[in-house]
């Protein structure tokens, strides 16, 4: 070769260009070979490990910008971060014992706090109404003033009295023992959505009229709450849902098949197949499901029913995603109706994190 035709220059490539990864290798070999130099490090090590630092940070800037977005802002902050983590099953596993400075703490009210008002508020007018029906009696004791004025009148207006808390009391405490109301709001036709607390055990005695089921096509009652179901139902329960699997089976995505409570306070069970996450138009799907189980509730003329977090384990779906979507599908449901039969409207919750989340979503429906 000539003295001209030397060794053509080769652009020097670092091992992050090479191994198709953004964060420096090199650096996390420096860090590996510092930290555990007691053992010997493969030249796959650091490669491996800045590809899962990466995969982490661009999750968590993805959770975090939508949080920040749906707070409706344009710049992340250590609170969305922090929203990220905690809303997100996995990470939040991970990330537990980490404390995000600025990043605030996540909404969460003591049952306790709540349990305590409600239960005082129902002792008061019991006792008021214990006094009057005493007072009522007693009025009634002398002979001569029985056949004075009309003595129809007050014993009336006692069984009203007597009357008004039983029926008040279903669409406000009512539920039954375990159950604690959080919050409400009041929507377009004048119904009530409701979150309780509650564990998923007692999901059986819990007083309403209709229970919303998440299952898949085949309607098992494989996971938590299915099983929750089984239990408090028994043998005839799951002797209806097998008549079901036979007559309305397989269900489609979005559909719903309704049985018999039979075992639980409730009258009716709304078995309803939950899309899975990250299939086709599957919020689309989510909206449907929750319309269709309001409609078929309608259809049976029920005034009350009760919804577990919708989608499970099983599907998959973000828990803050799945919250703004069933209370928008809710909402507008009642919006585009006329009339409906259903008058209370209750979610069971079982958790801080998702209690946390729809207090949240609650609060920004009522904004809107």
């Known amino acids: 070769m000539s003295a001209r035709g030397g060794k053509k220059k080769t652009t020097k ?8 990864v953004i964060f420096p290798v090199g650096r996390m070999m420096r860090y590996l070979r510092t930290s555990t ?3 010997r490090i493969g030249m796959g090590a650091p490669v491996y490990m800045a590809a899962v630092i990466e995969y982490l940070a661009a999750e968590i800037l993805e959770l975090a910008g939508n949080a920040a977005r749906d707070n409706k802002k344009g710049r992340i902050t250590p609170r969305h971060i922090k929203l990220a983590v905690a809303n997100d099953e996995e990470l939040n596993q991970l990330l537990r014992a980490v404390t995000i400075s600025n990043g605030g703490v996540l909404p969460r009210i003591h049952p306790e706090l709540l349990s305590k008002k409600r239960g005082g508020r129902v002792k008061v007018e019991a006792v008021i109404v214990a006094e009057k029906t005493s007072r009522g009696k007693g009025m009634k004791r002398p002979p001569g003033k029985r056949n004075k004025g009309k003595p129809g009148r007050k014993p009336k207006k006692i069984a009203e009295n007597d009357k008004e808390p039983s029926s008040s009391s279903p669409a406000d405490d009512g539920l039954g023992d375990g159950f604690t109301i959080l919050s409400a709001k009041n929507l377009f036709l004048g119904q009530k959505v409701s979150l309780t607390e509650s564990e998923m055990g007692k999901i059986g005695s819990i007083k309403v009229e209709g229970i919303i089921n998440p299952t898949n096509a085949e309607i098992d009652l494989k996971d938590g709450f299915g ?10 329960f799951l002797e209806a849902v097998k008549e079901l699997r036979k007559s309305q089976g397989p269900l489609e995505v979005a559909s719903v098949a309704v049985s018999q409570a039979t075992g639980m306070a409730a009258r009716f069970v709304i078995h309803c197949n939950v899309p899975p996450w990250g299939s086709e138009k599957c919020e689309d799907q989510l909206e449907k499901t929750v319309k269709n189980c309001l409609s078929a509730a309608e259809e049976k003329k029920l005034k009350s029913v ?19 979507l069933i209370l928008k599908a809710i909402s ?4 585009s109706t006329t009339t409906s039969t259903l008058k209370n409207i209750y979610f069971v919750l079982f958790d801080s994190e998702t209690i946390g989340i729809y207090l949240q979503e609650l609060a920004k429906l009522d904004a809107k």
Not at 227 to 236: D, N, S, V, Y
Not at 306 to 324: E, H, I, V, W
Request: glycine residues 12%; aromatic residues 10%.
């Open 227 to 236: 099983t929750a179901l089984e239990k408090a139902g028994g043998r005839e």
């Open 13 to 20: 490539l670092s091992r992050s260009a090479r191994a198709g």
């Open 37 to 39: 130099h007691k053992y």
């Open 332 to 335: 507008s449901h009642f919006v």
């Open 306 to 324: 009760a919804f577990p977090p919708l989608p499970s384990g099983r599907n998959g779906f973000p828990k803050q995603t799945a919250a703004q």
